[in-house]
């Protein structure tokens, strides 16, 4: 129950992160779900890199998940095509 809980809110703190930096909009559910998938992309995305393995338990871990929800907010922009 408390991983849960816990997954839940570092999730909306890394997607209400991202969308701030990439002007987004979105409300709670948006932010959650962005910040769970950007955790999980940009783990990926940093192991497959060599550079981390995406822990956001951590700092570094943190910016590598905020950096995986940029990019999902980018790529969902180009194919929505608002901007």
Do not use: P, Q
Not at 9 to 32: C, E, P, Q, T, Y
Not at 47 to 71: K, L, M, P, R
Request: net charge positive; proline share 0%.
């Amino acid at each position: 129950m408390w991983n849960l809980l816990s997954w839940l809110i570092i999730g909306a703190l890394i997607g209400w992160v991202a969308s701030k930096i990439m002007h987004g909009r979105g409300g709670l559910i948006r932010n959650i779900i962005l910040g769970v998938a950007g955790a999980t992309v940009g783990g990926w995305l940093a192991d497959f890199a060599g550079i981390g393995s995406g822990n956001v338990w951590s700092i570094g871990g943190f910016f590598i998940a905020v950096g995986g929800a940029c990019i999902l907010i980018l790529v969902s922009r180009l194919i929505v095509g608002r901007g």
